[in-house]
């Protein structure tokens, strides 16, 4: 084993798990649960270093989902998102520093939950009109940045797609070019904040086997699952982030 590598069994404890649930949040089916990976890692390190161990695991999990899906992505959407998402990376760069950990959980947590409860008491009708184009862009600059700081752009984004009742492949495949895209422009900022070393580097190394089976196992589900027991599984998921991330702002 490498000598710089994290050893700690508390740390792997945590980060396994955690990498795997990524990877199902990647492919679709779980997705709810992504925006727990970092917080559950968080547990035994600090935030932006579970943050920079996660980075080069999610670009292989991302070209996983993108050999799968990529023919299927709705491009009207991602012209629309994937322009505020990357605004959101340079937000999410610039307040870095400024932010702590608890204030991002509380903001995604928020953010999360309240979406929950409009579905909950004012469920969308199936004549509703898509929601407007601006709130589209201010939802893609959220999760941009909060995908920055904490890999956990997923709520946000669904806060705008599921209205949409996209196929789950679609919804599956739109995420996956967007949070690609995003994860991507990540790794310039990451390295001027100082969070690309060999330290994490190696440690990521270590995980990266099991970048593909959280992947592996949700695009074999996703295809075959109802859309409604996907969205049911998404809100559950959604829901556990929210009480989770809300639970790490306040105690």
Not at 11 to 24: H, S
Not at 181 to 201: C, F, M, Q
């Amino acid at each position: 084993m490498l000598p710089s590598v994290i050893s700690d069994p508390g740390f792997y404890a945590v980060a396994i798990p955690a990498v795997v649930l990524m990877g199902l949040a990647k492919s679709g089916f779980g997705a709810g649960f992504g925006a727990l990976a970092v917080p559950l890692m968080a547990l035994a390190v600090p935030v932006p270093q579970a943050a920079a161990i996660m980075l080069p695991l999610l670009a292989v999990m991302d070209a996983l989902g993108l050999a799968v899906f990529l023919r299927e992505f709705d491009r009207k959407l991602i012209r629309l998102l994937l322009p505020a998402g990357l605004l959101g990376t340079v937000l999410g760069t610039l307040l870095f520093n400024l932010l702590s950990a608890k204030v991002v959980a509380g903001m995604v947590g928020g953010i999360t939950l309240a979406f929950l409860a409009i579905r909950w008491f004012f469920p969308p009708r199936a004549d509703a009109p898509p929601p407007p184009r601006w709130l589209g862009f201010a939802l893609g600059v959220t999760s941009g940045f909060t995908s920055f700081v904490a890999h956990a752009g997923g709520p946000p984004a669904a806060f705008y797609l599921l209205p949409l009742r996209l196929t789950p492949v679609q919804f599956t495949a739109t995420t996956a070019v967007f949070f690609t895209a995003v994860n991507t422009s990540k790794w310039i900022p990451y390295a001027w904040l100082g969070l690309i070393d060999l330290r994490n580097l190696a440690t990521s190394l270590v995980l990266m086997p099991l970048a593909p089976v959280g992947v592996w196992v949700g695009v074999h589900v996703v295809r075959r699952i109802s859309q409604r027991v996907f969205y049911g599984l998404f809100s559950l998921g959604m829901l556990l982030t929210g009480v989770k991330l809300v639970w790490d702002a306040v105690r």
